[in-house]
């Protein structure tokens, strides 16, 4: 006899639960009594941010989700306890599709534009969410922020569709703690991205550290941080940790550096008995009033007649980022100074960020500490000679491709040819720093005057090796190993466009 898959469309939450509801029932045989329970966490602790009024879902059943199968193999089919292996599979679309459309090729476009995402249901109680990767799109505070994402495919009702997202799930307690969520979450990521990488299962990351921890992996009773920058580090990643203890004052500039490159960092949180890590994936947009958050760093000019400089580092502005928390749904913007805003209870809300990890490409040796305090130094020893004192100068740091980041100044309109040519042509890297420099009024418009660009795989700041080279007031400087000095040619450099392939937008 052959199986059918179980198909259903609705078009509100209401309908969405109770469909859900009537499926665990029925198909995870869950008791009637815990049902509502269970589906209440999953609804509005994970799903209540929803575009309810603009959104359809398609419920099918059973769906076999390669996350929850592999953690079923490896420990649940090993218990007394009946374990379900089968999932539910939840997707959504904006509102109006029809289940007709997946039978219609003339619908195939608009089944592509309409498709968000999709979430996993999978038999385990109370830690019902399983795999998910939704759009930003979908949640009502998803608009006003910039977010790290990848491109996902699904089969859906047997045809393929493509999310862009950063891929979540809550953890099941037993054979993913919120570390081992993060590290899966993290390499679904990468793995979805860039070639050198691959997603991983739950078993792969319990291999990997059966070679640290001198205990069992399961149940799983959580992960030490040094533990999950052990895990990057054996995935491929030159893992970098920063504590809070150990930086002080630069700890969150160098955090917001890495968000500004583009690359997810893992945070650690303490608080009153409790310890969790998350990912912070993105942050809210630039927006005119920012500036006056910025607490100026002033360079006084050696010509005591000018007086100083102010710069304004993009680094220093206080605003909220996005984090992906096991605990909660995708996407929860928070500050960094009450980064467990979403949560009620007091122990929770009282929790700070102690410390990150960073999983840079393995080639990359400059961190972003010894950037800025390159950058620091280049513009008070070397760049001062172009002002005349009282420039606000706004300062924005980055890790970038050098491919894509030769790719946007090739396009750039702003640019002329002679420029553009001098940046294309010139030998980098795979990877490098980048400081934009604008003032307070062309930032506004997305606009810099101004570029030093280093090679992030040399960690020899004490002279100018790392500079590649930098364009200001008109002036291109490089340096010349021959000569072991920096050189000064004239090039002439218009306003241009900001880089914002990192984001997706500034």
């Known amino acids: 006899m052959i199986e059918l898959i179980d198909k259903r469309l609705v078009n509100d939450k209401t309908e969405l639960f109770t469909v859900l509801k009537s499926f665990l029932e029925e198909k995870f045989q869950i008791s009637g009594k815990n049902v509502d329970r269970y589906l209440n966490v999953l609804m509005y602790r994970y799903m209540a941010n929803l575009k309810d009024d603009e959104l359809s879902y398609l419920i099918e059943f059973p769906y076999t989700d390669k996350v929850y199968r592999n953690s079923f193999y490896h420990y649940y089919a090993s218990k007394l306890y009946s374990y379900k292996r089968d999932c539910i599979r939840v997707s959504i679309f904006q509102k109006g599709i029809e289940q007709s459309y997946f039978r219609d090729e003339a619908r ?61 799930s809550s953890q099941d307690s037993e054979t993913i703690s919120c570390a081992e969520t993060t590290l899966w979450s993290l390499m679904e990521y990468f793995g979805n991205k860039y070639p050198e990488y691959r997603p991983i299962l739950p078993s792969k990351i319990h291999e990997i550290l059966s070679f640290r921890k001198p205990e069992r992996q399961v149940p799983s009773t ?28 630069q700890f969150f500039n160098l955090f917001r550096i890495y968000i500004e490159s583009g690359i997810p960092v893992v945070t650690t949180l303490q608080g009153s008995g409790i310890g969790h890590a998350i990912i912070c994936v993105g ?60 949560y009620k209870s007091a122990d929770w809300l009282s929790c700070q960020i102690t410390a990150f990890v960073v999983p840079l490409y393995s080639k990359i040796y400059l961190e972003a500490f010894q950037v800025e305090s390159y950058m620091l130094t280049y513009v008070k020893n070397y760049l001062q000679k172009y002002f005349d004192g009282g420039e606000k100068i706004f300062f924005r740091m980055f890790l970038a491709s050098s491919r894509s980041f030769k790719a946007h100044l090739a396009y750039n309109s702003a640019l002329d040819d002679e420029a553009k040519e001098v940046f294309v042509s010139c030998t980098m890297p795979k990877f490098i720093w980048v400081a934009e420099l604008s003032d307070l009024d062309l930032i506004k418009d997305k606009k810099g005057n101004g570029i030093i660009i280093l090679d992030a795989t040399e960690v020899n700041i004490m002279d100018n090796k790392p500079l590649i080279l930098s364009v200001f007031q008109n002036v291109l400087t490089i340096w010349n190993d021959q000569l072991g000095e920096l050189e000064d040619i004239p090039l002439h450099l218009e306003y241009f466009d900001i880089y914002t392939n990192n984001l997706g937008g500034f």
């Open 222 to 249: 959580g992960l030490e941080l040094m533990d999950i920058s052990f895990a990057l580090k054996k995935f491929g990643f030159g893992s970098k940790v920063y504590s809070r203890s150990e930086f002080g004052d």
């Open 283 to 342: 942050r809210r947009e630039f927006i005119p009033d920012d500036l006056d958050s910025i607490e100026p760093v002033k360079i006084t000019l050696s010509d005591p007649a000018k007086g100083n400089i102010s710069l304004y580092f993009n680094s220093r502005i206080d605003r909220d980022f996005v984090f992906i928390d096991d605990n909660w749904g995708a996407y929860q913007p928070a500050s960094l100074s009450s980064p467990c805003a979403h």
């Open 108 to 168: 195939s476009n608009l089944l592509s534009q309409s498709f968000l995402g999709f979430f996993i249901v999978r038999p385990l109680t109370p830690a019902l969410l399983g795999r998910n990767a939704l759009d930003k799109a979908v949640f009502t505070h998803g608009n006003n922020f910039l977010i790290m994402t990848v491109p996902i495919s699904a089969a859906i009702n047997g045809i393929k569709l493509t999310v862009n997202s950063f891929p979540h």
